[in-house]
């Protein structure tokens, strides 16, 4: 017999950066949106709402951002900017300074999750990065050596977010969740875990070639926070070719619905076992338009895998 879920389950939702780009009218109609779905918990984005400069805290900015947030019952959640990469080179102070400032926003607003994108060594001589701009790594630094270097700086951060009750939860992205197990490892402190990313591992186990389920098994006692969407498991995480070009083709790191796509949730959800955090949902932006109905759909989606799961025996 399936029985309901319990009270407690928490669903959460993004808030997308790009989408709300500073805007925070937008952003206060994309909250109450998400209320008046039913949603319990929200994502805040610190680069989409232009809470930090060149690695400082905007400290008027957060007070009108913590207003606008305290007029809804939600819980919030925040994810640093997707540039934020502790294996970078060219900047490292400021990566650690954005970092700390993350780390501040996300206990001003009284957040605990703080999700960070692991760290990536670009090998490559020349390429575009999150920022537009063309650079190179230093020749001489090899992966172990940009790992170890993650290591130490999330020893440091780590240490800061514990003292300020918050938990940095580093999510999977190009990796396999072995590598970002070892890391969460060798950091050593409770207050840094892993934000499983469904969508990525999916694409990463197909990528790669490594066991989907038995990751989410072998991560679940590391496991503090997680990031729900659909898709085909074609492509690479974060690489997107255009989507009107990738959806037709069912390519790419879609952020779809659950449902959508064809990752196993059922059993996926079920490899999770009694996890009691958030199942924040991540759509792509285009999904917030349409009045927001693909919002309530979404959420009625996960929902009713949750209660599939939820059996007696």
């Known amino acids: 017999m399936v029985i309901a879920l319990e009270t407690e389950t928490k ?6 950066a790009q989408r709300i780009d500073g805007d925070l009218e937008l952003l206060r109609r994309d909250l109450s949106a998400i209320a008046r779905a039913g949603y319990k918990s929200a994502e805040i984005p610190v680069n989409g709402v232009d809470a930090v400069v060149n690695g400082h805290l905007r400290e008027g900015r957060v007070r009108k951002i913590k207003d606008l947030l305290s007029q809804f019952e939600l819980e919030y959640t925040v994810h640093a900017p997707c540039s934020l990469n502790l294996r970078d080179f060219r900047y490292p102070e400021t990566h650690r300074r954005v970092f ?12 605990r999750n703080l999700v960070y994108h692991q760290g990536r060594l670009i090998k490559a001589a020349r390429l575009q990065s999150h920022l537009g701009e063309e650079r190179t790594q230093p020749p001489e630094i090899t992966e172990e050596e940009a790992r ?27 990796a396999s969740i072995t590598h970002l197990i070892r890391l969460v490892e060798d950091v050593k402190l409770d207050s840094v875990g892993i934000c499983y990313d469904f969508g990525h591992s999916y694409i990463n186990s197909k990528r ?10 072998l991560a679940k006692p590391y496991i503090y926070h997680v990031h729900i969407h659909d898709n085909f498991g074609k ?28 990752i196993p949730y059922e059993e996926a959800l079920k490899a999770l076992g009694d996890y009691d955090g958030i199942y924040t949902i991540e759509l792509e932006r ?9 919002l309530s759909e979404a959420l009625v989606g996960l929902k009713e895998v949750l209660e599939k799961i939820k059996v007696k025996a």
Not at 101 to 108: D, L, P, V
Not at 239 to 248: F, K, N, S
């Open 148 to 174: 170890e270097l993650e290591v130490e700086a999330l020893t440091d951060l780590g240490k800061l977010a514990s003292s300020l009750g918050v938990r940095i939860c580093i999510e999977n992205t190009y």
């Open 286 to 294: 285009r999904f917030f338009e349409d009045g927001y109905t693909i």
């Open 208 to 217: 790669i070639g490594y066991d989907f389920l038995r990751s989410i098994r």
């Open 100 to 111: 700390e400032a993350c780390i501040e926003f996300t206990a001003k607003i009284g957040a």
């Open 235 to 262: 492509g690479e995480p974060e690489v997107l070719i255009p989507y009107i070009e990738g959806m037709p083709m069912g390519i790419g790191d879609l952020h779809l619905p659950v449902g959508w796509g064809s």
């Open 11 to 16: 669903i959460g939702i993004n808030i997308h």
